[in-house]
């Protein structure tokens, strides 16, 4: 099983900016979602949402972030409104089947003016 994510980049604060994460095979997860990583800092919850759409945030992110799954494509999305600069970090796609976790490939997410 792999993970692909994709959507990371530069934007100015209060921008916006849309992860998705594709997961390869057939495989059904009990939970997928995102984590982020700051240099030096580490690696943290962003959101996820399980295989009942039980959604769950950092606090940080409440309000202005939103997870969400395709579950027919077997994918994830991660809607990031109201950037700001603390939200910099590179962002991983994660996925949980049965205790065991998948990871992607981590994405660059850049806020600056």
């Known amino acids: 099983v792999q993970l692909q994510a994709s959507g990371g980049g530069s934007v100015q604060p209060g921008g916006s900016l849309r992860l998705s994460c594709v997961a390869s095979?057939?495989?059904?997860?009990?939970?997928m979602g995102w984590y982020r990583q700051a240099p030096g800092e580490q690696r943290d919850l962003v959101a996820d949402i399980t295989s009942s759409a039980i959604t769950t945030y950092a606090d940080s992110v409440k309000g202005r972030f939103t997870v969400s799954r395709d579950y027919a494509k077997n994918m994830v999305f991660l809607q990031m409104n109201n950037l700001k600069p603390e939200d910099t970090a590179v962002y991983y796609c994660?996925?949980?089947?049965?205790?065991?976790?998948?990871w992607g490939q981590g994405t660059q997410v850049t806020v600056s003016s």
């Open positions: 994660w996925a949980n089947r049965f205790g065991k976790p998948y």
């Open positions: 095979g057939s495989v059904i997860f009990n939970a």
